[in-house]
């Protein structure tokens, strides 16, 4: 008969695989039925020996969602999903994303939505024949973006948690530039 694994070192094996937030660690030993104790024995030494550390690992998990083209309210939401302390992760989030990072994202993010949308392919008919606009998909008579992908822009965008005003400057931009 094959003995029960310590928390500690089930815990050491969830670490092996990726990073994780002390509530993660915590969630996991619980769904495994560790005793109370020992889950905050094992917590307690990989927070002294820093194999746990909420603050690194809510800048790295930064970085992949802004990566990811989050705004600033869905990256703290999701880092609350996390486990990490909301003081923590509107900190780190106003300490490594300023308004411009956020409108610089908010801008590759739209971007990447119209390529997906397939407006790109117009926009080089609109830099071609002097802007009085292809008829590509999604674009006007003068080569603007017309109101539906204005629309599914600014949806995506919500559920991406950009707010409005830097949703309404990004599609102010991409029109100034591209159109």
Same mark, same amino acid.
């Given at each position: 008969?094959?003995?029960?694994?310590?928390?500690?070192?089930? *815990?050491?094996?969830?670490?092996? $695989?990726r990073?994780?937030?002390e509530?993660?660690?915590?969630l996991?030993?619980?769904?495994?039925e &560790? *005793?109370?104790? @020992?889950?905050?024995?094992?917590?307690?030494?990989?927070?002294l020996?820093?194999?746990?550390?909420?603050?690194?690992?809510?800048?790295?998990y930064? $970085?992949?969602?802004?990566?990811k083209?989050?705004?600033?309210?869905r990256?703290?939401?999701?880092?609350?999903?996390?486990?990490?302390?909301?003081?923590?992760a509107?900190?780190t989030?106003? *300490? !490594?994303?300023?308004? @411009?990072?956020?409108?610089?994202?908010?801008?590759?993010?739209?971007?990447k939505?119209?390529?997906?949308?397939? !407006?790109? *392919?117009?926009l080089a008919?609109?830099?071609?024949?002097g802007?009085?606009?292809?008829?590509?998909?999604?674009?006007? @008579?003068?080569?603007?973006?017309?109101?539906?992908?204005?629309?599914?822009?600014?949806?995506?965008?919500?559920?991406?948690? &950009?707010?409005?005003?830097?949703?309404?400057?990004?599609?102010?931009?991409?029109?100034?530039?591209?159109?």
């Amino acid at each position: 008969m094959k003995s029960k694994v310590s928390a500690i070192e089930k *815990a050491y094996d969830y670490l092996s $695989r990726r990073a994780h937030t002390e509530y993660e660690i915590r969630l996991k030993l619980r769904k495994k039925e &560790y *005793a109370e104790d @020992e889950i905050d024995g094992a917590v307690a030494q990989l927070l002294l020996d820093g194999y746990i550390d909420d603050r690194d690992f809510a800048e790295r998990y930064l $970085r992949v969602l802004i990566e990811k083209g989050r705004g600033k309210r869905r990256i703290k939401d999701e880092m609350r999903r996390k486990g990490i302390a909301e003081e923590l992760a509107v900190a780190t989030i106003e *300490a !490594c994303m300023s308004e @411009e990072d956020e409108r610089a994202n908010a801008l590759r993010y739209a971007e990447k939505i119209l390529e997906k949308m397939d !407006c790109h *392919a117009s926009l080089a008919m609109t830099e071609v024949d002097g802007g009085t606009g292809g008829s590509g998909a999604g674009m006007t @008579e003068g080569g603007g973006m017309t109101n539906e992908v204005k629309r599914k822009v600014n949806s995506k965008m919500v559920e991406q948690g &950009y707010p409005y005003d830097t949703i309404n400057w990004t599609l102010r931009e991409l029109e100034g530039r591209i159109f």
